[in-house]
């Protein structure tokens, strides 16, 4: 990709150096001169379609049905993302060419991992003005509650509930009227042992008031609850945590499989079981993180060998009820054992295209340090960071891969 110095708003700016390194607070001498332009460029030249192999083999297995989305919606592609970042700085990786096609011009939610009351308006707004003038919709994901991931005093996370909510408002305040897609805390609902039954209370508030400020703030947001993935918790139990949320009246519905690797067919008939346990309110829709789950789930929660891209982004579900496939989770970002938790891993981004159909294709590396499904090598030279989410839940130790789909995900 050509290099040229491109200036960028100072809170643009900041949501790409969070989105690069999640919870670590990062100050770059000069940071300004170090983004290129090409990612930008990038995004504007291929928008939200990437002409890969892997797209027309998945797109083949979905009817063109679609949910409350309209039909034909763009995604947008954040040009401020850690795969832009590393992309934009490794060009003579020989995993450069695959990752820049495969993961790099792919649209993938932008998170919000800090709280920081007094930039959060104006850091949505760059986002939701940008994709706006692009005609794509954001998809916008909210992860600063307390003890977020069952960690006492995370960083970048709410000091308490009040403060949350308070920052939850001034997140809703950025939307700005705009089309968007709102994943408010991914494991918030899944993930509560940790809490004792007055703090999962003060929980389920705040997450219920998170999707009412948002409705308040834009008629026209979609919000989704947080429902974990299949193999996590009984669907009636999911069901009874989102009912708690209140997720019939904060809500437009659930989405399922965040930083995970379940496949597509099993979150949706495990969504509608939750969905079936609330009463089936039409109401209630379903989105599903596809980022990672085309070979199925391995033999470990944490980056295991042998996965692939899944599904790309898109509405044309071919179910009423499933909303959208997104990738919430940017491929490539590691779970903690191939590279620190929340880092991207170039060679594990590669080992996802290249165990997919057809391979890395046109785009394989031409000095692959070892077999796809070994890939581990050396990370960005980005610090390592936090997980954006990790359902580290024991049902992920073991689950036949999804092939009927053809490494699809479902």
């Not at 709280?115 to 998809?139: K, L, N």
């Not at 009227?177 to 929980?203: F, M, W, Y």
């Not at 139990?237 to 949320?245: G, I, P, S, Y």
């Not at 980022?291 to 044309?316: I, M």
Request: net charge negative.
């Amino acid at each position: 990709m050509n290099a040229t110095t491109l200036k960028v708003p100072e809170a643009r700016m900041e949501l790409m150096i969070e989105n690069a390194v999640m919870r670590v607070t990062w100050h770059i001498p000069g940071r300004r001169a170090r983004l290129l332009a090409g990612a930008v460029l990038l995004a504007a030249a291929v928008g939200v379609t990437a002409a890969v192999s892997q797209s027309s083999a998945c797109a083949a297995t979905i009817p063109e049905q679609t949910g409350a989305l309209s039909a034909g919606t763009h995604f947008y592609l954040d040009p401020h993302s850690a795969v832009a970042y590393w992309d934009a700085n490794n060009a003579n990786s020989p995993y450069e060419p695959a990752i820049n096609a495969r993961i790099g011009a792919v649209p993938a939610a932008v998170w919000f991992t800090t709280y920081d009351p007094d930039r959060i308006t104006a850091r949505v707004s760059s986002v939701t003005s940008a994709a706006t003038a692009q005609g794509a919709v954001p998809v916008l994901v909210l992860y600063a509650i307390p003890e977020v991931n069952c960690t006492k005093n995370a960083v970048g996370a709410a000091p308490n509930v009040a403060d949350y909510e308070s920052w939850a408002t001034a997140f809703a305040a950025g939307l700005g009227g705009h089309k968007v897609i709102v994943i408010v805390e991914p494991d918030g609902l899944a993930s509560q042992t940790c809490l004792n039954s007055q703090e999962a209370s003060q929980r389920d508030a705040a997450i219920a008031f998170a999707g009412r400020a948002v409705h308040q703030a834009d008629a026209a947001a979609r919000v989704y609850f947080d429902a974990g993935n299949s193999a996590w918790n009984p669907a009636s139990v999911q069901a009874k945590r989102l009912q708690a949320a209140d997720v019939v009246g904060s809500a437009d519905g659930i989405f399922s499989n965040v930083s995970n690797f379940r496949s597509t067919a099993d979150e949706v008939a495990y969504d509608k079981r939750i969905l079936a346990d609330l009463g089936n309110p039409s109401s209630l829709h379903i989105v599903i993180d596809t980022s990672r789950n085309g070979n199925g789930p391995g033999n470990t929660w944490c980056d295991p060998s042998g996965r692939a891209l899944g599904h790309l982004p898109t509405v044309d579900t071919g179910s009423s009820v499933v909303d959208a496939y997104l990738w919430i989770k940017d491929p490539g970002q590691a779970d903690g054992c191939a590279a620190s938790a929340g880092a991207f891993d170039p060679a594990l981004a590669y080992a996802l295209i290249a165990n997919g159909p057809g391979g890395a294709g046109p785009y394989a590396a031409k000095t692959p340090t070892a077999p796809p499904s070994q890939l581990s090598g050396a990370a960005s030279t980005q610090p390592s960071t936090a997980p954006s989410s990790s359902t580290t839940n024991a049902g992920d130790i073991a689950s036949a891969a999804d092939t009927k789909a053809g490494g699809c995900g479902g």
